[in-house]
C-alpha cells in the first residue's frame, strides 16, 4: 500500500487482504496482454487533446461550439476530412428470413452478447474480425468492419461506439436511425449506405437521404455526399464524394453470406 | 505494496499541469493497468473498460488543474473512473452472454439464468474466479469500496476523501465488506488458505 496507509487501520483480515492484492495484481497485469497498445493510443488521444486550449476547471473544449466552427473553416481539416472519406453503396438484397436479427456471415471472431428480445444486442468484431448482420427481417443490413463494435437497441436503432459499420436499409422501410458519440443519423429517404468511422463520425449517403445531427447543428445527406462530424463540439460538414466505392471487405462479406461469386460490385447496376 | 503503480514525481506532475504530452504519458502509464483492471472487473466488459479508461485520462488532462497535486492524482483518477463505470453500467446494465453457433448460422443463447456474470470470461485462474465471485456478491457499493482499496491502492483516508466519509466509517465498512467476501467463500467450501497455496 502507500505511505498514507501507514495510518491505516490496517486490514482485520489478512488472508482475505492478501487474496484480494493478489487478485487486484494478476487482473491488473493481464491488462497488459488484452489492452497491449492502450498507452500507445492514449498518446494519439492526448496530442490531439493538447491542440486545444488548455482545459480549466469547468471549460472543456469539446462542448463549446464556437470553437469548433473556427475549427471546420480550417482548410487542413478539410482536407483530412476529404482523405479519410469513402464511398458507399447500396447493394444488398438479402433474402427476407424469420427472425428479427441473423448473423449471416462471419470472417474471424465475432462476438454476439445479449439478445434483441432483452433489449440490447451488442456484435463486436476482433481485430481480424467482420461479420454481415440482417436486421428487422433483413430489411437491414449491417457490414461490421474490423476491430468495431455496435449495440442493436431496436430492429429501428444502433448505437455504433467503435469501428465501421456500413449500413444498407431497404426503400420504404421504417423509421431507422445511428448514433454515434458525435451525432445522430436518420434515415429520411429510401435505400441509404453509411460508413461511420470512430473516432469522429463520416456519412456518406450513396443514394436516398439522411439527417445527421448533433448538438452543434443538423444536415441534410443526399446521395453522392458525406457528412463529417470529428467531435460533438463540431457542426456536420458536408462534403461531396467522388467516386464511391464498396470496399472488398464488405463485398466478400456479402459474396459469403449470399454465395454470390461477383468479384465487385458497381452502384449503378444495383437496382 | 510491491506491485503498486509507479508513483509519479511532482516534477513529471508539474510538467503534466502544464500540458506536456509525455509527461501525461508517463501518467497513464503508470497506472492504465490498475485502471483497466478495476474497470474491467466493474464493467464486465474489455471494451467499455478500454473504452472508460480512455475517457478517465482524457478528462484527467482536460482538468488537469484542478488536480491538487501529484498524490491526489490517483485517487482523483479512480474516483472518476468509478463514477463512469457506475453510470456505464446504469446506461448498459450487464447483458447475457450468447455464443455463436457456426454450424447453424444464427444465435444460440448459452447463459441460463443465474449463470455467471459477464466477467466470467475474464477469468485467469479458478482463485480469481471465486473471488471475482465473492465480490459480485457484495452490494454495490461495499464492492467498489473494495475494488478501489485494492485496485486503486487507495490508503483509507484517501477512500474517505473520495467516497466523502469519515475515516472510521471507511475502516468499518471496508472490513465488513471483506468478512462477507470472507462468509460467501466459506459457504463455497472453498479454503482461504487453499486459494493463497
Known sequence: ?271 | MTDQAAAISAETFRRFQQGDEDAAVQIVTAYHRRLLGYLCVQTGNQEAADDLAQEVFLAAYQQRHAIRNEKALKAWLFTVASRKAARSLRRNPPIQLVEHDDSRGDLVASAPDGASPPWVSLHNTQADEQVRQALEALPPVDRDLVMLRYFGELSIKELADALDMPMGTVGVKLGRALAKMKTHLEKQGISLGDLLA
Not at chain 1, 473553416?73 to 458507399?88: D, G
Not at chain 1, 427476407?96 to 436479427?101: D, I, L, T
Not at chain 1, 443514394?207 to 457528412?227: H, K, M, P, T
Open chain 1, 1 to 271: 500500500m502507500s505511505e498514507t496507509e501507514r495510518d491505516d487501520p490496517g486490514p482485520q483480515d489478512e488472508q482475505m487482504d492478501d487474496l484480494l492484492r493478489r487478485f487486484a495484481r494478476e487482473t491488473s497485469e493481464a491488462q497488459g496482454d488484452a489492452h497491449g497498445d492502450f498507452a500507445a493510443r492514449m498518446r494519439t488521444r492526448l496530442r490531439e487533446q493538447s491542440r486545444r486550449p488548455p482545459g480549466q476547471k469547468g471549460q472543456v473544449a469539446e462542448t463549446k461550439c464556437a470553437s469548433a466552427r473556427r475549427r471546420r473553416i480550417s482548410p487542413l481539416l478539410l482536407a483530412a476530412a476529404a482523405l479519410v472519406l469513402v464511398a458507399a453503396v447500396s447493394f444488398l438484397m438479402l433474402r427476407r428470413s424469420g427472425p428479427a436479427g441473423t448473423l449471416r456471415h462471419q470472417v474471424g471472431t465475432v462476438t454476439v452478447e445479449g439478445s434483441l428480445e432483452g433489449g440490447d444486442l451488442r456484435l463486436t468484431t476482433a481485430a481480424a474480425g467482420r461479420c454481415l448482420y440482417g436486421l428487422d427481417g433483413e430489411r437491414i443490413a449491417l457490414f461490421l468492419n474490423e476491430d468495431s463494435s455496435l449495440v442493436i437497441a431496436s430492429p429501428g436503432e444502433i448505437q455504433l461506439d467503435r469501428g465501421e459499420v456500413w449500413i444498407t436499409v431497404r426503400p420504404k422501410s421504417g423509421p431507422f436511425a445511428v448514433q454515434t458519440a458525435e451525432a445522430r443519423i436518420d434515415v429520411i429517404g429510401t435505400v441509404f449506405s453509411v460508413r461511420l468511422a470512430s473516432p469522429g463520425t463520416t456519412v456518406m449517403v450513396e443514394s436516398g437521404r439522411v439527417s445527421v445531427q448533433n448538438g452543434c447543428g443538423i444536415v441534410g445527406v443526399e446521395a453522392g455526399q458525406a457528412a463529417r462530424v470529428p467531435n460533438r463540439a463540431l457542426e456536420p460538414v458536408i462534403e461531396i464524394v467522388e467516386n464511391p466505392a464498396v470496399p472488398d471487405w464488405a463485398w466478400e462479406l456479402y459474396n459469403g453470406a449470399t454465395g454470390a461469386n461477383q468479384e465487385r460490385y458497381y452502384p449503378s447496376s444495383h437496382k
